[in-house]
């Protein structure tokens, strides 16, 4: 339930389970939309995104006593999908060439039988919403628009319903970069300004970082991290999660003993000794892994390490200019850590460091992420 609201999750999942033959496609997935929210289902190809959207859009069932899907409170696992005041956009457009763009928008409110007199200006209005013009597009059949402009009709097509929950498949996955990162950017705008809830599915981590209030990573079938953008990329649960959000680097060790001030831990692992914070799965003797992600590393020289940080020592292998930040690679033992240092200015104030010069990788202890087993 939405915090401080009476009001029912808008979308709910409890238990739901899918197969497909003998594959299971959704693995005991529960988890709640609030209104308004902008929700997206990230993860890999085959991991079961689509899947849990046409679940929620009535195009699938979940399996005999597979739990249940409710919208708005009521469970809805019987109800068609035009029962279910949804829209769906999808990643192919899926507009009729033979329309023109107004009669593509028109399209939805003619199957309600909505009043003829009230269609026109309600296809002016999601027009308007999502920037076409309709004095210079509404004539146009779909052929005469750019790739971008269709994706705009599509969109407009499903926000004419006014549905309480729309529902995305991929809708930006065909559009160039540039466009691709404005139409994010006008996603979320209109989310806010109409207060309809968005589901969105992804498999770019960025993107879902970008737009969504919160996230739900998928792997194979099952959501293995639900939260904030900021939850799923600073406290990523399990290792995939490290890996499929960002760049990290994984250190393995076994914790020995408790940290000098009784809350965190010390590990011996490869390259040394470090501290990590207190984590339920951490106990003494136990194996453990972290994950730290480069831009909360630092690269120094051994003398000027804080006393308060850990250190593993190293050599710089090879330092990769990014522009925005430069990537300094070190070998610590037999592997490579990645630090990225923010570009100064490499003509003005050069990195202090050059391949083969002796260094130590070094982090807070509360700026690793202790991770749990996938
Ligand atoms: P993608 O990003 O590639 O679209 P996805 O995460 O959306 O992937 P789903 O489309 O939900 O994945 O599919 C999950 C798994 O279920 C896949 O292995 C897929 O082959 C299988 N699957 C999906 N629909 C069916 C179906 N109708 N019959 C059989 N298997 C299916």
Redesign the pocket.
């Known amino acids: 339930m939405a915090a401080g609201s009476t009001e029912p999750p808008v979308v709910e999942f409890r238990h739901v389970n899918?197969t497909?033959?003998d594959?299971?496609?959704?693995n005991d997935i529960s988890f709640h939309v609030a209104k308004g929210e902008f929700f997206s289902?990230l993860?890999?190809?085959?991991?079961?995104?689509?899947?849990?959207?046409?679940l929620i859009a009535g195009f699938?069932e979940p399996d005999a006593g597979g739990g249940e899907v409710l919208i708005n409170g009521e469970v809805v696992n019987r109800k068609r999908p035009y029962e279910r005041q949804l829209a769906m956009v999808f990643q192919n457009y899926a507009l009729f060439p033979h329309l023109s763009i107004e009669r593509n928008i028109a399209f939805g409110l003619e199957m309600k039988k909505t009043p003829k007199s009230e269609i026109p200006g309600r296809v002016e209005k999601a027009m308007q919403m999502v920037r076409m013009d309709p004095g210079m597009f509404a004539r146009r059949k779909p052929a005469q628009l750019s790739g971008g402009q269709r994706q705009r009709v599509a969109l407009a097509r499903a926000l004419v319903l006014e549905p309480s929950v729309l529902l995305l498949?991929?809708p930006l996955g065909a559009l160039d970069l540039k466009l691709r990162k404005e139409m994010q950017l006008e996603l979320k705008h209109l989310n806010k300004q109409l207060g309809t809830t968005f589901i969105f599915?992804t498999?770019d981590q960025e993107e879902a970082l970008t737009m969504s209030d919160r996230i739900a990573v998928?792997s194979n079938?099952r959501i293995a991290q639900l939260g904030t953008p900021a939850e799923i990329y600073e406290c990523p649960r399990t290792p995939f999660v490290a890996r499929f959000i960002g760049e990290s680097n994984f250190f393995e060790g076994k914790a020995t003993g408790r940290t000098a001030d009784g809350h965190g831990f010390t590990v011996e692992g490869e390259g040394g000794r470090y501290d990590i914070p207190h984590h339920p799965v951490v106990a003494e003797g136990k194996r453990v892994q972290i994950a730290v992600r480069p831009e909360w590393l630092d690269v120094l020289r051994p003398e000027d390490v804080p006393a308060d940080e850990n250190a593993l020592p190293g050599k710089v292998q090879e330092i990769i200019y990014l522009g925005e930040t430069l990537h300094v690679l070190v070998k610590v033992g037999e592997r490579t850590v990645a630090v990225a240092v923010r570009n100064e200015g490499q003509l003005t104030r050069p990195l202090g460091f050059k391949s083969g010069d002796a260094v130590a990788v070094a982090w807070k202890p509360e700026d690793c992420q202790v991770l749990e087993e996938d």
């Open positions: 899918k497909f033959g594959y299971k496609a959704c289902l993860g890999p190809s085959g991991c079961g995104k689509t899947t849990t959207l046409r699938e498949d991929e599915v498999h998928m079938a």
